[in-house]
Nanobody, 118 residues
Framework: VQLQASGGGLVQAGGSLRLSCAAS????????LGWFRQALGKEREFVAS????????VYADTVKGRFTISRENAKNMIHLQMNSLKPEDTAVYCC????????????WGQGSQVTVSS
């Protein structure tokens, strides 16, 4: 499956952005999907993930209560609504997919830059 993120940009602290990720090549209905981010000079970190049914959602502690992950299987898309953004949320965000039974994330999309100014 191919993934492409969009929706990043520049926002002031306290603002909101919504990232979307479009999947192509295969239906994502049975995949676990997630968002990761990598700030300049830092390692990539997990942000959030959602099961194929949407019933199991996990957030990193750093974004819990501020970010919301969702998916639209019929449109082969996932979203990340980011509220109350902080300068430390500045990073390149990318979406990823993990096929059923896989132990690792096996599809990665190109990232989308999110910059939060103070």
């Amino acid at each position: 499956v191919q993934l492409q993120a969009s929706g990043g940009g520049l926002v002031q602290a306290g603002g909101s952005l919504r990232l979307s990720c479009a999947a192509s090549g295969r239906t994502i209905s049975t995949y676990r999907l997630g968002w990761f981010r990598q700030a300049l000079g830092k390692e990539r970190e997990f942000v959030a993930s959602i099961s194929w049914s949407g019933s199991m959602i996990v957030y990193a502690d750093t974004v819990k209560g501020r970010f919301t992950i969702s998916r639209e299987n019929a449109k082969n898309m996932i979203h990340l609504q980011m509220n109350s953004l902080k300068p430390e949320d500045t990073a390149v965000y990318c979406c990823a997919a993990r096929s059923s039974g896989a132990v690792a994330w096996n599809s990665w999309g190109q990232g989308s830059q999110v910059t939060v100014s103070s």
